[in-house]
């Protein structure tokens, strides 16, 4: 997650924690899963089912969606959940390789290197299980478009510190609590819930990580780099979101997608949920001054507050 080091954590004298590391890898150890297995890859899939909780579809609460058939309704949530697993797929692997720079000189020994291995093999999992997830789902290989891709090339080759694990936090937040409403959700075809349930119980370690060390680089952060990284975060979390659902699904659920895109950029439906779903994460970043003014206006447009 972090990319630049000193000299001295180069060497593996990374300073010490308060012992983080060490519980995240002994809860690994107690409750991690194997989508192979705790997944139902086999049973066929059932259209009498949603793929995601209705009311965070980006059509939920317009006109359009008034039309829609319940037939519709639901092909429409289940390509919508196939395109946020291809974005989740798209910045797990910016994710893995920052982690891997990080910790690439380090001491292999110690609680904190082997946790960041751990988290890699979580991702490495998950990002399995969403290509598997979409396919079953019946949708394509949805991929962000061509600036997204590229400016998430730059950031994992420029993010560190703050920087890295905050904006890692910020996609895994969002992630959380749309995942959180979607596994309880009968509605929701089964083996996404399982996949939702998994993800959520894993990456609950990975964001109590992200916080503590974007608190832990933040504690030598200048005033100038704090700003720089605060905009950068926000930058990062405004590619990443407004990424999540790519144009195509409207036309592969069958519907029109210019007027589906024209009345999903004005829901203030989807909108409002997406600000709830960010409150813990903004009161966050605020909290270790992260929301300067230039950040707020990426986050904003982002309608994450």
Same mark, same amino acid.
């Given at each position: 997650?972090?990319?630049?080091?000193?000299?001295?954590?180069?060497?593996?004298?990374?300073?010490?924690?308060?012992?983080?590391?060490?519980?995240?890898?002994?809860?690994?150890?107690?409750?991690?899963?194997?989508?192979?297995?705790?997944?139902?890859?086999?049973?066929?899939?059932?259209?009498?089912?949603?793929?995601?909780?209705?009311?965070?579809?980006?059509?939920?609460?317009?006109?359009?969606?008034?039309?829609?058939?319940?037939?519709?309704?639901?092909?429409?949530?289940?390509?919508?959940?196939?395109?946020?697993?291809?974005?989740?797929?798209?910045?797990?692997?910016?994710?893995?390789?920052?982690?891997?720079?990080?910790?690439?000189?380090?001491?292999?020994?110690?609680?904190?290197?082997?946790?960041?291995?751990?988290?890699?093999?979580?991702?490495?999992?998950?990002?399995?299980?969403?290509?598997?997830?979409?396919?079953?789902?019946?949708?394509?290989?949805?991929?962000?478009?061509?600036?997204?891709?590229?400016?998430?090339?730059?950031?994992?080759?420029?993010?560190?510190?703050?920087?890295?694990?905050?904006?890692?936090?910020?996609?895994?937040?969002?992630?959380?609590?749309?995942?959180?409403?979607?596994?309880?959700? #009968?509605?929701?075809?089964?083996?996404?819930?399982?996949?939702?349930?998994?993800?959520?119980? #894993?990456?609950?370690?990975?964001?109590?990580? /992200?916080?503590?060390?974007?608190?832990?680089?933040?504690?030598?952060?200048?005033?100038?780099?704090?700003?720089?990284? /605060?905009?950068?975060?926000?930058?990062?979390?405004?590619?990443?979101?407004?990424?999540?659902?790519?144009?195509?699904?409207?036309?592969?659920?069958?519907?029109?997608?210019?007027?589906?895109?024209?009345?999903?950029?004005?829901?203030?439906?989807?909108?409002?949920?997406?600000?709830?779903?960010?409150?813990?994460?903004?009161?966050?970043?605020?909290?270790?001054?992260?929301?300067?003014?230039?950040?707020?206006?990426?986050?904003?447009?982002?309608?994450?507050?």
């Amino acid at each position: 997650m972090a990319i630049h080091t000193s000299p001295s954590e180069a060497a593996g004298n990374r300073p010490s924690d308060d012992g983080t590391a060490r519980r995240l890898l002994d809860s690994s150890a107690r409750l991690s899963y194997d989508p192979l297995t705790e997944v139902d890859w086999d049973t066929p899939l059932d259209t009498s089912f949603h793929g995601a909780s209705p009311e965070w579809s980006t059509l939920y609460g317009t006109a359009y969606w008034d039309e829609l058939t319940d037939a519709q309704r639901k092909a429409l949530t289940r390509q919508e959940a196939a395109s946020v697993a291809s974005t989740g797929i798209w910045f797990e692997m910016i994710l893995q390789q920052m982690v891997l720079r990080d910790i690439y000189a380090k001491d292999p020994t110690d609680d904190t290197v082997q946790w960041a291995l751990t988290e890699i093999a979580d991702e490495c999992r998950h990002s399995i299980m969403f290509a598997r997830g979409a396919k079953k789902l019946q949708a394509p290989a949805y991929r962000p478009h061509r600036v997204a891709l590229e400016l998430g090339r730059f950031f994992k080759t420029v993010a560190f510190g703050e920087a890295a694990y905050a904006a890692i936090l910020v996609a895994e937040e969002v992630l959380d609590v749309m995942q959180r409403d979607w596994m309880r959700d #009968e509605r929701v075809v089964p083996f996404v819930r399982t996949i939702n349930n998994i993800h959520v119980v #894993e990456e609950s370690r990975h964001m109590k990580f /992200a916080r503590d060390e974007t608190r832990r680089h933040l504690a030598r952060a200048g005033r100038l780099r704090r700003r720089i990284h /605060a905009l950068l975060i926000a930058v990062a979390a405004y590619v990443i979101v407004t990424s999540m659902v790519n144009r195509k699904v409207y036309a592969n659920a069958g519907l029109d997608e210019a007027r589906a895109l024209r009345e999903a950029k004005a829901n203030e439906h989807h909108k409002s949920m997406m600000r709830a779903s960010c409150s813990g994460l903004m009161e966050f970043l605020d909290s270790v001054g992260l929301l300067t003014r230039p950040a707020l206006f990426f986050y904003q447009r982002a309608h994450l507050i």
